[in-house]
């Protein structure tokens, strides 16, 4: 029995320390702000990173929805450069009014150097201070 419960807490441990290294290596993205501006939408994002590997690239295909649900259009944009355990805010704009984006979509991570682009997918934490605009993957 003694055996039993010192495997469980060894198992318990090892999942804790994987769950903590998962963390401390998560790409957070936050959709802060949409602002209309000159008839088009600006998006600010806030980026952080809290590894301490710089990324020369983080490239994402995002996909927009009207608040119908309904994709509007896919954009590529590049957050990077990222340095290690730093924030930073990306801006940029798209045609067409704020009130037209009802969700937005992380479609694909495409380039994430020198990281593998799948790898920086699974590390993305997403979340949006906007209570009408989703922001998922």
């Known amino acids: ?13 090892l999942t804790a320390g994987a769950a903590r290294a998962a963390a401390d290596d998560a790409i957070r993205l936050e959709l802060n702000a949409l602002e209309n501006a000159d008839g088009r939408c600006r998006v600010s994002f806030v980026i952080e990173n809290k590894s301490a590997t710089s990324l020369d690239s983080l490239r994402l295909e995002l996909a927009l929805f009207n608040p119908a649900g309904i994709v509007q259009r896919r954009v590529a944009t590049e957050f990077g450069p990222l340095r290690g355990n730093k ?51």
């Open 1 to 13: 029995m003694r055996h039993d419960l010192m495997a469980l807490a060894a198992v318990l441990t």
């Open 87 to 137: 924030t930073i805010v990306k801006t940029f704009t798209i045609d067409g009014a704020c009130e037209e984006i009802g969700a937005v979509l992380v479609n694909d991570v495409t380039a994430c150097a020198p990281v593998d682009p799948t790898a920086c997918l699974d590390r993305l934490e997403l979340s949006s201070r906007l209570p009408t605009v989703r922001l998922y993957k």
